[in-house]
Nanobody
Framework: EVQLVESGGGLVQAGGSLTLSCVFT????????IAWFRQAPGKEREGVSC???????YYGDSVKGRFTISSDNAKNTVFLQMTSLKPEDTAVYYC???????????????????WGQGTQVTVSS
């Protein structure tokens, strides 16, 4: 059974940092790219970052230079290190898995087969 479980969300002040974790089971990192998306109330789901099996990483424009995606293949875990957080980063953050290669990593409707339940990140001003 495929599962993705996010953790690490919480409440942080603007300018602070958080690191999210996505632990996955039921498949290997050799076959799937892992991405992070976020969704704020009333807004469309937004691509945050993606890491593919060859280590290639992608970032949304709004998080470039502030967020870093990484993986620990031995632990089937992908991390999202978030720094210089802003109130507009407030959202539910989801991790998702899609068969490699992911051609359009930000396309949440078509590229990803499996999703986690999400973890809330709230950034106060």
């Amino acid at each position: 059974e495929v599962q993705l479980v996010e953790s690490g969300g919480g409440l942080v002040q603007a300018g602070g940092s958080l690191t999210l974790s996505c632990v996955f089971t039921g498949f290997t990192f050799e076959d799937y790219a892992i991405a992070w998306f976020r969704q704020a109330p009333g807004k469309e789901r937004e691509g945050v970052s993606c890491i593919d099996v060859d280590g290639t990483s992608y970032y949304g424009d709004s998080v470039k230079g502030r967020f870093t995606i990484s993986s620990d293949n031995a632990k089937n875990t992908v991390f999202l290190q978030m720094t210089s957080l802003k109130p507009e980063d407030t959202a539910v953050y989801y991790c998702a898995a899609g068969r490699t290669p992911v051609l359009m990593w930000e396309s949440y409707k078509s590229e990803y087969d499996y999703w986690g339940q999400g973890t809330q990140v709230t950034v106060s001003s």
